[in-house]
């Protein structure tokens, strides 16, 4: 398989929510919103994972947002074969759904938006996107539920949804199309990453200050911050997750650079920030061998 886009990566919304969740207390909005993400992104991963068992050589184009008529839309997944482009909306759903006319519930009788009618729109959206590049190329489109927890029920069976007991079926009548990826296709492909968004403007980011955040190290494990210092290690008291101090440290300035993109990375700031580090020596140390210093004594800052 040919991969004209690098792996994954966790979206940034996603980044800060997981950050905020351990070092302040989400309201229930910010929660459910955060846990959507969190369900949402573990399933596009489940479904990449999938298209890694591809044989030959496809070009498969993951999370990518687009603006076309003035419209934002994002797609989870497209593979570029020689004959077609598949379009994949995933889904990790959980539980009992089905559907009433148009509609789609999950039982005992609570309304969700209806995957299919988003397909739709995305699918035409993206067929006017490639128009727009010259492009004819066919789109064949679904949705798919990647859960094994999920089932639906009445659901016709001419529509275009992929059920998880189907996906590896799928895959391998995918990997049969002829799989000679030409320059036009490269072509397309280099045109979608050079026109797509870094971001969607939809994003729900919480509201946060630094004096409202719990101050520590996050243990690379299982996230909490119960990590106390060891000698030269950082060391869990939950999971017991050991790991080397300037390592840790580095995580932390990363993490806060995420949070606070606007603040200048100090020895005293990151001190703080860590908490649990004794020696402003080591996080001087740390900041020296890994970013630029600026500036001299107690202005100095690094980026």
Not at 107 to 119: I, S
């Given at each position: 398989?040919?991969?004209?886009?690098?792996?994954?990566?966790?979206?940034?919304?996603?980044?800060?929510?997981?950050?905020?969740s351990r070092r302040k207390n989400l309201n229930d909005k910010e929660q459910k919103y955060y846990l959507n993400l969190?369900?949402?992104?573990?399933?596009?991963?489940?479904?990449?994972?999938?298209?890694?068992?591809?044989?030959?050589?496809?070009?498969?184009?993951?999370?990518?947002?687009?603006?076309?008529?003035?419209?934002?839309?994002?797609?989870?997944?497209?593979?570029?074969?020689?004959?077609?482009?598949?379009?994949?909306?995933?889904?990790?759903?959980?539980?009992?759904?089905?559907?009433?006319?148009?509609?789609?519930?999950?039982?005992?009788?609570l309304e969700v938006m209806n995957p299919l009618h988003q397909l739709g729109r995305t699918e035409s959206l993206f067929?006017?996107?490639?128009?727009?590049?010259?492009?004819?190329?066919?789109?064949?489109?679904?949705?798919?539920?990647?859960?094994?927890?999920?089932?639906?029920?009445?659901?016709?069976?001419?529509?275009?949804?992929?059920?998880?007991?189907?996906?590896?079926?799928?895959?391998?009548?995918?990997?049969?199309?002829?799989?000679?990826?030409?320059?036009?296709?490269?072509?397309?492909?280099?045109?979608?990453?050079?026109?797509?968004?870094?971001?969607?403007?939809?994003?729900?980011?919480?509201?946060?200050?630094?004096?409202?955040?719990?101050?520590?190290?996050?243990?690379?494990?299982?996230?909490?911050?119960?990590?106390?210092?060891?000698?030269?290690?950082?060391?869990?008291?939950?999971?017991?997750?050991?790991?080397?101090?300037?390592?840790?440290?580095?995580?932390?300035?990363?993490?806060?650079?995420?949070?606070?993109?606007?603040?200048?990375?100090?020895?005293?700031?990151?001190?703080?920030?860590?908490?649990?580090?004794?020696?402003?020596?080591?996080?001087?140390?740390?900041?020296?061998?890994?970013?630029?210093?600026?500036?001299?004594?107690?202005?100095?800052?690094?980026?």
């Amino acid at each position: 398989m040919e991969t004209f886009l690098a792996k994954r990566e966790m979206p940034l919304e996603l980044l800060l929510y997981e950050s905020l969740s351990r070092r302040k207390n989400l309201n229930d909005k910010e929660q459910k919103y955060y846990l959507n993400l969190k369900r949402g992104y573990e399933g596009e991963v489940i479904f990449s994972e999938h298209t890694e068992e591809l044989k030959g050589k496809h070009l498969v184009l993951t999370d990518l947002i687009f603006e076309c008529n003035q419209t934002i839309f994002q797609i989870d997944c497209l593979i570029i074969t020689q004959e077609r482009i598949y379009l994949y909306e995933v889904k990790n759903y959980e539980g009992d759904f089905y559907f009433e006319g148009d509609k789609f519930f999950k039982k005992p009788r609570l309304e969700v938006m209806n995957p299919l009618h988003q397909l739709g729109r995305t699918e035409s959206l993206f067929r006017q996107l490639l128009q727009s590049f010259g492009f004819q190329t066919p789109v064949k489109a679904y949705v798919v539920f990647v859960n094994p927890a999920f089932t639906l029920y009445q659901a016709p069976i001419d529509i275009p949804i992929i059920f998880p007991t189907q996906i590896k079926k799928h895959i391998e009548l995918v990997s049969i199309e002829t799989a000679i990826v030409t320059s036009s296709h490269k072509r397309l492909a280099k045109k979608l990453i050079e026109n797509r968004r870094s971001s969607s403007p939809y994003q729900q980011l919480p509201s946060y200050e630094y004096n409202d955040l719990r101050k520590g190290i996050v243990c690379a494990s299982c996230g909490s911050l119960s990590v106390m210092l060891v000698k030269r290690a950082c060391v869990c008291k939950v999971c017991g997750r050991k790991e080397p101090v300037s390592k840790a440290i580095l995580r932390s300035v990363k993490e806060f650079q995420l949070l606070f993109p606007n603040r200048k990375v100090s020895t005293s700031q990151i001190y703080d920030w860590c908490k649990i580090i004794e020696s402003k020596k080591s996080i001087q140390r740390v900041l020296s061998n890994n970013f630029k210093a600026v500036g001299s004594k107690r202005w100095t800052y690094y980026e």
